[in-house]
């Protein structure tokens, strides 16, 4: 699904912006990169130290005059946009994009341009008319204009976590199997083992004597429900059971503790 | 929900990626910065050309040398993860961070830091264990380094969905006015007491000669977990501490315990 996606920047002044737009990408596993008509260089110093390793998607970026060349062979195109627009156009937001892409994807030679503006300008009513849906990322309303780079950081994730639930749900009964139990001393305490050290622990407090069993107020309910809620695993039974015997044998030693340093 | 949001970026080297933080975070509707040891300038030429009109976060920004110092009145602390940790720690996707904010929020005091690291490096296992729960952002796991202000993005970003969410449901119903906050010694313990708790714990096991702080193997991070996991209400916090005391009074206690029954 992601191999489908194809990024798209128009006008880009920056080339540092590129090459943060091509970092963020590559993080989310989308590697195809479209530049229409940049206002500057693409490949320099800034844009390769930003793209920070994935400056190989520089490298590949087609780049083309206008936005109908560089979307050509795609079969759904989603302008990056602010939310008001005189004449409105179907708007999603990244989350409702991303849920959309499974669907548009089983469709043989599906692709997918997803088109961000002019870092000062975004794009013009022509290019979001050439798309068949808008996307709008829910900004502060007293601060809403992103840096290109984090726009498409942000549509790049949400298109990532729909592809993990598909992967996920693909994956279905197969991945249950798959999934490896956890060793066995990360696994949780069972029931027994519990009781045993809430016995130990009553036993230990009134040892102290911090309990009393005659006026139990709600301290052992109280730590029951606080150990209860953590779900110990086993290894960390055995610490808690071990600090009990610890603290037994230095109260119970006749010969008393060594002294503290 | 969103002004009980803290971001907390630690050692970071790059005045340009504070200010791009500041403007990811003033974009999502996040005005609390915190800055730990930075390791260069805060505000130059270089934040505030990033910042990009968000630079009031820089000029409001508390700096502090050390973690507990930025995070001590947090109910709630989470850390940005790569995925594996030799000893794994609750791990939350940053979906899954934003879903259990309303609820954190509800209750009186609460206030939520979300901690990054260093550009190079992350944080360290120490501050991870310092932290309740990790989250940990899905990345192409060939290229996972994201970059700071894109990691703050997301995360940012997907807890201004769940403030929408919320807004959008509270719209629908007054519901959420039912819901009493919880009371006084059913709040969740700071990080402040939670750290003056394990080092009372870490003092104790020493005197009863569970632990060797100089060979300390994973005895601390493990209870860390567990008790972290546990969200401990203070008053819980309470009863440890005086569990702490009592044993430290029974072991010290030169005349000795009192003779079991």
């Not at 669907?103 to 341009?113: N, T, V």
């Not at 808008?134 to 809403?144: C, G, K, L």
């Amino acid at each position: 699904m992601l191999e489908r996606l194809r990024t798209v920047l128009i006008g880009t002044s920056h080339s540092g912006n590129i090459g943060g737009v091509a970092r963020a990408m590559h993080n989310m596993g989308l590697d195809d990169l479209a530049l229409v008509a940049p206002r500057g260089e693409v490949i320099d110093q800034e844009s390769i130290s930003r793209a920070s390793g994935a400056d190989h998607l520089l490298h590949q970026a087609r780049v083309s005059q206008t936005l109908d060349e560089a979307v050509a062979d795609c079969t759904l195109v989603v302008g990056a946009s602010a939310r008001s627009r005189t004449l409105p156009w179907p708007m999603l937001s990244p989350r409702e994009l991303a849920a959309r892409l499974p669907d548009e994807c089983r469709q043989e030679g599906a692709r997918i341009a997803l088109v961000f503006g002019r870092e000062d300008s975004g794009l013009t009513n022509d290019e979001l008319h050439r798309c068949h849906a808008h996307v709008h990322i829910p900004t502060n309303a007293d601060f809403s204009s992103l840096n290109l780079a984090a726009a498409v950081q942000v549509v790049a994730y949400e298109c990532r976590m729909a592809w993990l639930e598909q992967q996920a749900s693909k994956a279905g009964s197969d991945h249950q199997k798959a999934e490896k139990p956890p060793a066995s001393e990360e696994q949780r305490a069972s029931h027994a083992d519990l009781e045993r050290y809430f016995a130990h622990l009553e036993q230990t407090l009134t040892t102290i004597g911090f309990h009393d069993p005659q006026k139990p107020r709600q301290l052992m309910a109280r730590l029951r429900r606080l150990y209860l809620r953590a779900r110990p695993r086993r290894i960390e039974l055995n610490i808690l059971r071990g600090i009990l015997t610890a603290t037994n044998k230095a109260v119970t030693d006749k010969a008393g503790p060594p002294p503290r340093p």
